[in-house]
C-alpha cells in the first residue's frame, strides 16, 4: 500500500499549486505512513492542498495537519 502513496508524492513538483511550496517529503512509520512539510502563502491555500492534492491520492484514508511556527533552522549553521 506505501508504494502507491509514495509514488504519486514524488511526482509533485517543488510547487504543486499557487501558494504552496513543498519542503521535504518523509515516509514514517508507526500509525502514519507518510509525512509531507509544506508551506503555504495562506490558510485557504493550504486547506486546498490537503484537500485537492493530498487527499485525492489512491489509498489516502486520513489527513492530520499540524501547523508549524519555526523556532530556530539548525540546518543554516550546518558546518
Known amino acids: 500500500m506505501a508504494a502507491k502513496l ?12 499557487e501558494g ?6 518523509y515516509q514514517v512509520f ?7 512539510l509544506f508551506q503555504a502563502d495562506t490558510n485557504a491555500n493550504a486547506l486546498h492542498f490537503v484537500s485537492d492534492k ?6 489516502v ?3 492530520f495537519t499540524i501547523p508549524l511556527a519555526p523556532i530556530k533552522d539548525y540546518r543554516k549553521n550546518a558546518l
Open 6 to 17: 509514495y509514488e504519486p508524492l514524488m511526482e509533485y513538483s517543488e510547487k504543486p499549486m
Open 20 to 25: 504552496v511550496k513543498l519542503e521535504e517529503a
Open 30 to 36: 508507526g500509525e502514519w505512513d507518510f509525512a509531507v
Open 54 to 59: 493530498i487527499r485525492l491520492i489512491e489509498g
Open 61 to 63: 484514508t486520513e489527513t
